[in-house]
C-alpha cells in the first residue's frame, strides 16, 4: 500500500490545531496529530517541506522503517518540532494500518489490558474556596481524580487558573503574556489549598497538583513533604528536567510521588529517571513523544522499573491525539493515569471522534484505527490564530522564571 498524498491542515476551533492527513493507493486515509502548542507553524512548516515530499510513493505499512528513516536518517535528531511531526506521521500510519487490519488500534498493539481507561480533570479557582467548589463540581461528575489548581495571594496570574468562567486556555496572546511569580507566597498557600481540598472530598478521590517545573529541587522537597498528609497521587513536574539527576534529592527527601515528562520528545530524556527510579508516572504524549511507535519503546521501558503511564492530555493537543492516547492506554500494562481536559464543542465538531466519559473513565471506541478524523470544510471555516504561551518574570526584581 502506498502513500500518495500528505497534507497539512491548520486551523482554529477554539485553539489552534496542526493535522497531518495521509492518503493511499488503497483509499485508506489517516490522521495524526501534530498540534505543539504556540509553535504551530514550525511544525506545519517541518511536515510541508521537509517530511511531506520525502514520504510520497513509500509503503504505509513500514511504520518502523519510517520512523527510523525521519529520526536516524534526519541527522539533526529530537527536539519538539521534530518529534511532533514524526508523531503525526507515525500516529497516521497507525491508523492506516488498523483500517487496513479492520481493527481499532489496541487490538493491533496487543488488545486491552483493561476495560476502560481513568482519567483525571482540571478544578482551579481564583482561590482557595473557588477550588474546592470546582473540585466539588468534578467529583459529583463522576471523577475519581482531580488536579486541584488555585490563585495565589498577591499574585495577579497563576498556571492553571482561567479567568472568568472560560476553559483554561493559557496560549491567548498574539504575543506572549507576562506573568509574575513568586514561589515563596506559592509554598505557603498550596498546603493550605490541600487541607481544605481533601478536607473537603474525603480521602477516596486521587488528588493531584501540578508544579509547573517552577521549583527548584530543594523548594520541591519542602512542598512535596508539606503535602504527604493528603497523600496525593502525584506532584506534576517539581522541577525542570533537564538535568534528569536534580530529582534524586526530591525522591530522596519526600514520599509524595511525583509526574514528570509533558515537554519530553524520546526515551534520553527520561532514560535516568526511569532507571534510577526517581519517578513514579512518566507523563510524555503519543503527538510530541514521536507517535505511538516512539511512545511504546518508552512505556515498556518504564514498565521494568515500575514507572506507570500518564500521558499529558491538554486541551493543547486534538482529539486526535486523545483518541490514539486512548488505544494505547487501553493496551499498555503499565498504565497509570490519563489526563483528560474537555475539549470545546467546537473543537469536538470539527473532529468527529468515537471515545467517550463514563462516570471518571474514557472508553476508546471499536472502530476502525483510533477513530478520530477531522472535518476539513468545517476546519477550514477556523483560520490559524497566532497565539502564544505566557512567560513568567519574579514579582520582586523582573527576572525571567520558568514558565
Given at each position: 500500500?502506498k502513500?500518495?498524498?500528505?497534507?497539512v491542515?491548520?486551523c482554529?476551533?477554539g485553539?489552534?490545531?496542526v493535522?497531518?492527513k495521509?492518503?493511499?493507493?488503497?483509499?485508506l486515509v489517516?490522521?495524526?496529530?501534530?498540534?505543539?502548542?504556540?509553535?504551530?507553524?514550525?511544525?506545519?512548516?517541518?511536515?510541508?517541506?521537509?517530511?511531506n515530499?520525502?514520504?510520497?510513493?513509500?509503503?504505509a505499512?513500514?511504520?518502523e522503517?519510517?520512523?527510523?528513516?525521519?529520526?536516524r536518517?534526519?541527522?539533526?535528531r529530537?527536539?519538539?518540532?521534530t518529534?511532533s511531526a514524526?508523531?503525526?506521521?507515525?500516529?497516521?500510519?497507525?491508523?492506516?494500518?488498523?483500517?487496513?487490519?479492520?481493527?481499532?488500534?489496541?487490538?493491533l498493539?496487543?488488545?486491552?489490558s483493561r476495560?476502560?481507561?481513568?482519567?483525571y480533570?482540571?478544578?482551579?479557582g481564583?482561590?482557595i474556596?473557588?477550588?474546592?467548589?470546582?473540585v466539588?463540581?468534578?467529583q459529583?461528575m463522576g471523577?475519581?481524580?482531580?488536579?486541584a489548581?488555585?490563585?495565589?495571594p498577591?499574585?495577579?496570574?497563576v498556571y492553571?487558573?482561567?479567568?472568568g468562567?472560560?476553559?483554561y486556555?493559557?496560549?491567548?496572546?498574539s504575543l506572549?503574556?507576562?506573568?509574575?511569580?513568586?514561589?515563596?507566597?506559592y509554598?505557603?498557600?498550596?498546603p493550605?489549598?490541600f487541607?481544605?481540598?481533601?478536607s473537603?472530598?474525603g480521602?477516596?478521590?486521587?488528588?493531584?497538583?501540578?508544579?509547573?517545573?517552577?521549583l527548584?529541587p530543594?523548594?520541591?522537597?519542602?512542598?512535596?513533604r508539606?503535602?504527604?498528609?493528603?497523600?496525593?497521587?502525584?506532584?506534576e513536574d517539581?522541577?525542570?528536567?533537564?538535568?534528569?539527576?536534580?530529582?534524586?534529592?526530591?525522591?530522596?527527601?519526600?514520599?509524595?510521588p511525583?509526574?514528570?515528562?509533558?515537554?519530553?520528545n524520546?526515551?534520553w530524556?527520561?532514560k535516568?529517571l526511569?532507571?534510577?527510579q526517581?519517578?513514579?508516572?512518566?507523563?510524555?504524549?503519543?503527538?510530541?513523544?514521536?507517535?505511538?511507535t516512539g511512545?511504546?519503546?518508552?512505556?515498556?521501558?518504564?514498565?521494568?522499573?515500575q514507572?506507570?503511564?500518564?500521558c499529558?492530555?491538554?486541551?493543547?493537543?486534538?482529539p486526535i491525539?486523545?483518541?490514539?492516547?486512548?488505544?494505547?492506554?487501553t493496551w499498555?500494562?503499565?498504565?497509570?493515569?490519563?489526563?483528560?481536559?474537555?475539549h470545546?464543542?467546537?473543537?469536538?465538531d470539527?473532529?468527529?471522534?468515537?471515545?467517550?466519559?463514563?462516570?471518571?473513565?474514557?472508553?476508546c471506541?471499536?472502530?476502525?484505527?483510533?477513530?478520530?478524523s477531522?472535518?476539513?470544510?468545517?476546519?477550514?471555516?477556523y483560520?490559524y490564530?497566532?497565539?502564544?504561551?505566557?512567560?513568567?518574570?519574579?514579582?520582586?526584581?523582573?527576572?525571567?522564571?520558568?514558565?
Open positions: 500500500m502513500i500518495t498524498a500528505l497534507k491542515i491548520v482554529s476551533p485553539r489552534n490545531f493535522t497531518l495521509i492518503e493511499t493507493d488503497e483509499g489517516g490522521y495524526g496529530d501534530a498540534t505543539l502548542n504556540g509553535r504551530e507553524l514550525a511544525v506545519a512548516s517541518y511536515l510541508t517541506d521537509h517530511i515530499p520525502c514520504l510520497v510513493g513509500r509503503d505499512h513500514q511504520i522503517d519510517i520512523w527510523q528513516y525521519l529520526y536518517g534526519a541527522y539533526w529530537r527536539g519538539p518540532v518529534m514524526i508523531g503525526a506521521v507515525d500516529t497516521a500510519l497507525w491508523d492506516i494500518k488498523a483500517k487496513a487490519a479492520n481493527m481499532p488500534l489496541y487490538q498493539l496487543g488488545g486491552r476495560s476502560r481507561v481513568l482519567v480533570a482540571h478544578a482551579n481564583s482561590d474556596a473557588a477550588t474546592v467548589e470546582e466539588l463540581r468534578h459529583e471523577f475519581e481524580a482531580i488536579r489548581q488555585s490563585g495565589v498577591g499574585l495577579d496570574t492553571g487558573v482561567a479567568k468562567q472560560k476553559l486556555e493559557p496560549a491567548d496572546g506572549p503574556a507576562e506573568h509574575d511569580w513568586n514561589t515563596e507566597k509554598l505557603v498557600h498550596t493550605k489549598l487541607d481544605a481540598v481533601r473537603a472530598v480521602p477516596d478521590v486521587h488528588l493531584l497538583h501540578d508544579a509547573h517545573h517552577r527548584t530543594i523548594e520541591a522537597v519542602r512542598l512535596g508539606d503535602l504527604e498528609p493528603h497523600r496525593l497521587f502525584w506532584l517539581a522541577t525542570p528536567a533537564e538535568n534528569q539527576e536534580s530529582f534524586r534529592l526530591i525522591r530522596h527527601a519526600t514520599l509524595t511525583l509526574a514528570v515528562g509533558e515537554v519530553f524520546t526515551i530524556d527520561c535516568q526511569i532507571e534510577e526517581l519517578i513514579d508516572y512518566i507523563r510524555t504524549s503519543v503527538t510530541h513523544a514521536g507517535g505511538i511512545l511504546r519503546r518508552i512505556a515498556d521501558f518504564a514498565s521494568l522499573y514507572v506507570r503511564t500518564g499529558h492530555g491538554a486541551t493543547d493537543l486534538s491525539c486523545m483518541g490514539a492516547a486512548l488505544h494505547v492506554d499498555v500494562p503499565n498504565f497509570g493515569i490519563q489526563e483528560y481536559m474537555r470545546s464543542e467546537v473543537t469536538l470539527v473532529f468527529p471522534h468515537d471515545y467517550r466519559f463514563e462516570s471518571g473513565y474514557m472508553v471506541g471499536e472502530s476502525a484505527g483510533h477513530g478520530v477531522i472535518d476539513e470544510k468545517l476546519a477550514a471555516k483560520p490564530q497566532p497565539a502564544y504561551l505566557p512567560i513568567n518574570r519574579q514579582k520582586h526584581d523582573g527576572a525571567m522564571w520558568n514558565w
